[in-house]
């Protein structure tokens, strides 16, 4: 979730409109606001101790930033509590200090918790730095009245991003007054042209959650403008930065011992050896702009694994985002209109290297890695998706170009991967954003892909006989945005053949028209401080001009008092179905079914220890993909975060779907499918956890039900699984740190009706980082 802003990024209009204008033309400002003071930074010569006392020597000559604006929900008014921060650096440090005044200390909010664990319903102050200076993309450094650390990228193109971690420090101090802030950032965790007298932009922020999320920052930020980081004020003051030099070797060790079924599920489990892995990654900065990643046999394993989805009676791939630290320094420049960069598809590397800066006003990053296998490859139609196993050896490659103009870019795309045993996959193609003021964003993407696929017909994937595929695929588009009115325009066109075997592209052969827009108004004195009544439609075509489908949405979206959100709309779909030969399973035609699904979706970040509630709901109609035909059903997510101190924190989640036929041959509950977890997390500080997980997946079927699809293709009666996971975690840094744990496993068997024990897992991780 973004920090500071919402929603969709902008997206685009016509290249070659865009191609056609001239160049300064695509240079033009961003922001038809007036100038903006400069902040300015001093350069001390006594230390600074990071404990959270501003009485340093060293703060002590440094002037108050004093001038702040409310930006929501008033609209760059004076702030109701006051804020002070100052900036100052020396020869290896950026610092910021904050003096964040509160009428009522015990109303803040500040959980501890892991790094990244500070969501907008708590207390958190810090600085947002473009040191590129190209206004469109910042760091952010934030943390709590604890101390604890939320980082990421932000970036007007793309939104943001807090899978990234930065080396920095902070420390912060709860008082009768409110509280104070101190952040340290290292030179090198930043990436900054060398000059004598760099300008960076820079903002500085504070969350201020009580009756309703005050956000404060040191600049306004204009309704009418439709981008985030062009309105950072210029930071003036430095001089004779560190170039660079500088490297971070992390080597680690892991340690896995599993216990399996000996004889199948239900059977003793067996102990297996003990499995131990070591390797290392290493980050060099031969100067301020660039960096050089390596990693050799890397640990890519996932501490906490990915929360589970419901996945029954879905059409498409369910996106899960990267955490891997080898791919994501630089991670804006991966990110473009469509998602022609997935790192997950690279799903087992032996080992890669990596080079991402900028040279001038063109930024690049370069990545190769060899890739083992072991997982899925994702198989794009028009109507659905479908997964491979990529049980063969690759090497993949990506490079990336953008070059800034002012408040515009334009970028380029290559993309390649090539099978050891024989096929492969290219992508290249150009894309831009187009900024001539702040109101208006017309952004666009072209791919071309050449593709040889493996022969391998018995991984079970028809088009796998070595065969060779061409295709394309554009997006193009325009937003706008005012204080009152916004609108987004689009249009995409994915050939049949079009593949991306890098890519989360999950749908080609279609043709699709989308148009969306709103009409906002914010009252005063009301329980609701913004409405904003949208529509939201798409059109879906083949690319022989036969209809997939069509949705037309129409809602309203509200914030409101005690930090909440209230979203109510009607949903009006059309989709084209694969009809399937009830005995071979190949598909022999296409049925339109039709679904009217009102959606209501509630949140709230009531207090300090109701932290979060919410619920979302999509009901009434629905259609059955499987099956090709009308259905009724609901789907249903809820979550709630209790936090009976600053230490402990229980997380509740729950999703359930279910589907309803009624046909003369076929009526009742053809499936419910539902998922529960449950997180309780006991932080001793801001370095060290203890975090337990339970969750708990069932889906419940009636096979002879589905009387559209052959009996092979059927599911099971009942599905069903448990899963538990214990933790205990030690930072120093996002890079030193020990964990130890334990997994178990439980599987549903019908021989037994019960579950049954599936396995468990006892593994340790350490790994250090030594700087230079």
């Known amino acids: 979730m973004d920090r500071c802003r919402s929603r969709r990024p902008a997206a685009a209009l016509a290249c070659a409109l865009a191609l056609a204008l001239p160049i300064t033309a695509v240079a033009a400002p961003v922001a038809d606001a007036p100038p903006r003071p400069d902040l300015t930074i001093t350069r001390i010569a006594s230390p600074i101790t990071v404990d959270g006392d501003l009485s340093d020597a060293g703060w002590q000559a440094v002037p108050a930033i004093e001038r702040w604006f409310e930006t929501n929900p008033g609209d760059n008014v004076e702030p109701k509590v006051k804020t002070v921060a100052r900036l100052a650096y020396d020869d290896h440090y950026f610092y910021a200090a904050f003096q964040c005044a509160d009428p009522d200390p015990h109303a803040i909010r500040a959980p501890i918790g892991d790094h990244d664990a500070v969501p907008g319903s708590t207390d958190y102050a810090g600085v947002i730095v473009d040191s590129h200076n190209d206004g469109k993309t910042a760091q952010m450094f934030l943390a709590n009245p604890h101390g604890v650390q939320y980082d990421a990228i932000t970036s007007d193109a793309t939104g943001e991003d807090s899978a990234p971690d930065f080396f920095w420090d902070s420390a912060a101090r709860i008082g009768p007054d409110g509280w104070t802030l101190e952040i340290r950032i290292p030179f090198s965790s930043l990436r900054y042209a060398q000059a004598d007298r760099p300008v960076w932009r820079i903002l500085l922020y504070r969350n201020y959650p009580r009756d309703r999320r005050y956000q404060m920052f040191s600049e306004r930020l204009p309704k009418d403008v439709n981008c985030f980081v062009c309105n950072a004020d210029r930071l003036v003051g430095l001089a004779n930065l560190p170039h660079g030099s500088h490297f971070v070797l992390a080597p680690f ?19 297996e050896d003990v499995k131990d892995e070591e390797g290392v990654d290493l980050k060099w900065s031969p100067s301020s702009a660039v960096a050089i990643d390596a990693t050799y046999n890397p640990d890519f394993s996932q501490v906490e694994s990915d929360a589970a989805q419901i996945v029954a009676n879905e059409r498409f791939a369910l996106f899960f985002p990267e955490k891997r630290p080898f791919f994501l320094e630089g991670v804006d420049l991966l990110a473009m209109p469509m998602n022609a960069v997935y790192t997950r598809t690279i799903n087992s590397p032996d080992a890669g290297v990596r080079a991402t800066g900028k040279l001038g006003e ?36 990506v490079l990336r170009l953008r070059h800034d103009m002012g408040g515009s870019f334009v970028s380029m795309l290559a993309s390649g991967r090539s099978i050891v045993t024989g096929g492969g996959n290219v992508v290249v193609g150009p894309d831009f954003q187009w900024r001539p003021r702040g109101a208006d964003a017309f952004t666009g993407q072209y791919l071309f892909s050449a593709s040889e696929t493996p022969n391998r017909p018995d991984l079970g994937v028809t088009e796998w006989d070595g065969r060779k595929l061409q295709g394309h695929a554009a997006q193009t588009g325009w937003s706008h945005q005012t204080r009152t009115w916004d609108w987004y325009i689009q249009h995409q066109d994915l050939s049949d053949d079009f593949r991306a075997d890098n890519s ?5 052969g279609y043709r ?3 148009v969306g827009g709103g009409y906002t108004v914010r009252p005063k004195q009301s329980f609701f401080s913004r409405l904003r009544f949208w529509t939201d439609n798409y059109w879906d075509l083949e690319t022989d001009g036969t209809p997939l489908a069509r949705h037309i949405a129409d809602g309203v979206g509200m914030d409101g008092r005690w930090n909440s959100f209230c979203r109510i709309e009607l949903n009006h779909d059309e989709f084209r179905v694969p009809v399937l030969d009830t ?9 339109f079914v039709e679904r009217f699904r009102p959606r209501i979706q509630l949140q709230a970040n009531p207090g300090r220890i109701v932290n979060a509630l919410s619920l979302d709901t999509y009901f009434g109609q629905e259609i059955d993909f499987d099956n090709a035909r009308r259905a009724t059903g609901v789907t249903s997510t809820a979550s709630a975060t209790i936090r009976p101190s600053d230490h402990l924190e229980l997380r509740a989640d729950a999703s359930r779907r279910w589907v309803d036929v009624d046909e003369a041959d076929a009526a009742g509950r053809l499936f419910t499918a539902h998922v529960e977890r449950l997180r309780t997390t006991w932080a001793f500080n801001s370095r060290a956890f203890v ?21 092979s293709f059927r599911p099971r009666r009942r599905f069903e699984r448990f899963s538990s996971t ?10 030193t740190v020990l964990y130890l744990g334990y997994g178990d496993e439980r599987r549903y068997l019908t021989a037994t009706d019960q579950l049954e024990n599936g396995g468990n897992q006892v593994f340790a991780k350490i790994s250090y980082a030594l700087q230079r």
Do not use: C, M
Request: no cysteine.
């Open 504 to 508: 989360f592209i999950y749908q080609v």
């Open 583 to 591: 005995t071979t399973g190949e598909v022999v035609g296409g049925l």
């Open 512 to 514: 699709e028209i989308y």
């Open 362 to 397: 063109t930024a690049y990053t370069a990545l190769y890695a060899r890739d083992a296998g072991q997982g899925l490859v994702l198989l794009p139609g028009p109507e659905g998706s479908d997964f491979g196993l990529q049980d063969f050896k690759s090497d993949v490659g």
């Open 691 to 711: 975090r337990v997980i339970g969750q708990l997946e069932r889906t419940d079927s009636r096979p002879e039900l589905y009387t559209r699809v052959p009996a």
């Open 726 to 735: 214990a933790l205990f975690a030690y930072k120093l840094n996002w890079q």
């Open 253 to 271: 060790a892991t340690a896995q011992r599993r216990s399996v079924p000996s004889a199948g599920l239900g059977s003793d489990l067996h102990a």
